[in-house]
């Protein structure tokens, strides 16, 4: 095994996330794979959707073999900085949040669309029926 003599932060390795400069991080451990992406048997989009963020859920579920896990070893070129703090998913996250706050603010806005519809529709459905 490689001994590793660099530490990267979570932001850098997002940042090689083309097929020309590929990076993944896989259980605390910095992958350049962009020499990898068109022999990798799933295709080089399942390797590029998981760039800037840790990738490891997504090896294991691929159910990876021993060789394939020997394989991306050769590619090692780090280990992600214990240190670092900020993961890029948590932000993503956090948006996500603010989208969800938005449209609950919206709905509680103009709540009073929807129940003047349904107050008139059961008021000329009362006419109707009394004409009757």
């Known amino acids: 095994m490689p001994t590793l003599s660099k530490l990267y932060k979570m932001q850098e390795a997002a940042q090689h996330n083309t097929p020309q400069d590929c990076w993944v991080v896989i259980d605390g451990k910095v992958y350049d794979v962009g020499s990898y992406l068109d022999e990798h048997p799933g295709g080089d989009d399942v ?70 519809v349904v107050g008139v529709s059961v008021v000329v459905s009362f006419l109707y029926l009394r004409k009757k």
Do not use: C, M
């Open 47 to 116: 390797i590029l959707a998981t760039t800037g963020k840790d990738a490891t859920d997504e090896f294991e579920d691929a159910g990876h073999s021993n060789d394939a896990r020997e394989l991306l070893e050769t590619f090692l070129i780090g280990e992600l900085d214990p240190s670092d703090t900020v993961i890029p998913e948590l932000e993503i996250s956090k948006k996500q949040a603010d989208y969800t706050q938005k449209l609950k603010d919206f709905t509680k806005q103009y709540w009073a669309v929807p129940v003047a």
